[in-house]
């Protein structure tokens, strides 16, 4: 599925696409990240801006078998274990990675909740949560698209597990392609609009109401709470810029696409065919530029998948005790998964963008919070990251007994993102080894 509007379709010469043209096409141009035949007269000459960089990270949380992950070797003189085999058309185009956890993180499948954040003690009663690296993302870079990020999910729960705002909460992952699709691409009507309007007026006016109340109270304050307080009025003012740039986007067109909405897959067993529609919904949202931000929650159910030689739900065999009939069932839905991200990764490299292609400007993340379903370990984490204009072909390998932090590899994100952060949640720096192209 092509944008019908995508400056990978094939132009007008820039003699013909004159300025008359580009104002009839009007909010639908805005919306797009890159279009040559206009870079060139908008900079009067200049060289044209680069596309913009964007970030995927995804997350399946029941583990992978180790063994059919990671490969043998290590540097970039690896043979591709069973699973990588099925990303040969991206090779060299992504790093594989063993040896990462979040510190202080343990408890099986409650560790899913710090995947992005790296929050301590998940499963302790008074855990807290943290920023995910997404949404601290989002809050610098989200108001140059119409959604600041999308949070996606598969199979997952409707409070969701992986996106967290800065307070803490998790925010609901959609789970209906045909919604994304929809948000994304259909014109909202002219109740929908006037009604995002007042919400978004409303809670402009709370935030003034508020702004007006802290001002009054930072008069009898000592100087340590008035930092702070001052500290949360930033906050509140960007919010209310993120507000404002709310109601630019609500007044343009969207981006209209060739092929028609998806339908939704309601039989649960086709894991693997749901997966691969809100893949496909992750690179239309990138390619029309409709968000740069996105996390995808893969979250196999006690379901019979509906895989060739699987006769057992998914969650029962990641129990799997090493019997070799489980163990090879397994192996056949993970691997099932492993080869949608292998036509995820295709399909962006295929996207040119000025000679560049959208992977190369797209870090995304795969991986678990957990390595081994089977003994919920929480460490030596199955992470590959590809894109990104990374040096890759490489499998990374930190110590197996003191790992290296996760988040490490979070600030490596946020700086191919353009974001100038050396630090992140638990980090000691950015991921050596992981240098950029």
């Known amino acids: 599925m092509t944008p019908t509007n995508s400056p990978h379709q094939p132009l007008p010469p820039l003699s013909k696409l004159d300025r ?24 009067r000459g200049q060289p044209a801006p680069p596309p913009p960089k964007r970030m995927v990270c995804i997350m399946t949380n029941t583990g992978l078998l180790p063994e059919n992950f990671w490969p043998k070797q290590t540097g970039k003189a690896f043979e591709p274990s069973r699973y990588l085999a099925h990303l040969e058309q991206v090779r060299g185009r992504y790093s594989v990675m063993n040896g990462l956890s ?126 702070r307080l001052d500290q949360y009025l930033t906050s509140v003012r960007e919010l209310e810029q993120r507000l404002e740039q709310g109601r630019v986007w609500q007044n343009r067109e969207k981006p209209r696409v060739a092929d028609p909405a998806p339908q939704d897959i309601m039989d649960n067993t086709q894991d693997v065919d749901r997966a691969r529609l809100m893949y496909d919904m992750t690179l239309l949202a990138l390619q029309s530029d409709s968000t740069r931000i ?15 030689g699987v006769n057992d739900r998914t ?6 005790s090493n019997e070799p ?34 992977l190369d400007e797209t870090a995304v993340l795969f991986g678990s919070n957990m390595s081994n379903g089977s003994n919920h370990s929480n460490v030596n984490l199955p992470i590959l990251l590809a894109g990104g204009r990374f040096k890759h072909g490489q499998h990374l390998q930190f110590d197996l007994k003191n790992n290296t932090p996760l988040c490490n590899l979070f600030v490596s994100m946020l700086q191919h993102m353009g974001l100038e952060r050396d630090a992140f949640s638990t980090s000691t720096g950015t991921l050596s080894g992981l240098e950029r192209a």
Request: aromatic letters at 6%; hydrophobic letters at 40%.
């Open 20 to 43: 008359r043209q580009f104002l009839r096409s009007g909010s639908a141009i805005l919306a797009l990240p890159f279009l040559e035949a206009l870079a060139p007269r908008l900079a």
């Open 294 to 308: 996105i996390t995808l929650y893969l979250n196999p159910l006690e379901v019979l998948v509906k895989v060739p």
């Open 102 to 227: 979040h510190p202080d993180n343990s408890g099986g499948h409650v560790v899913e909740k710090s995947f992005l954040t790296g929050a301590r003690f998940p499963s302790s009663a008074v855990f807290k949560n943290s920023i995910s690296v997404d949404q601290l993302a989002a809050e610098s870079l989200g108001h140059h698209t119409r959604f600041p990020y999308l949070a996606l999910g598969v199979n997952g729960q409707h409070d969701g597990l992986l996106s967290v705002s800065r307070d803490g909460v998790f925010i609901p992952p959609e789970l209906s392609p045909a919604k994304v699709y929809r948000r994304l691409f259909t014109p909202d009507t002219t109740e929908e609009s006037e009604q995002r309007m007042r919400e978004i007026g409303q809670r402009i006016s709370t935030l003034d109401f508020v702004n007006e109340k802290a001002k009054r109270l930072s008069r009898n304050l000592g100087a340590e709470d008035r930092a």
């Open 325 to 358: 009939e489980k163990l090879d069932q397994l192996a056949r839905v993970e691997e099932a998964g492993m080869k949608n991200l292998g036509r995820f990764l295709s399909r962006l490299a295929a996207v040119n963008e000025g000679g560049r292609s959208l």
């Open 315 to 320: 969650h029962s065999l990641t129990h799997h």
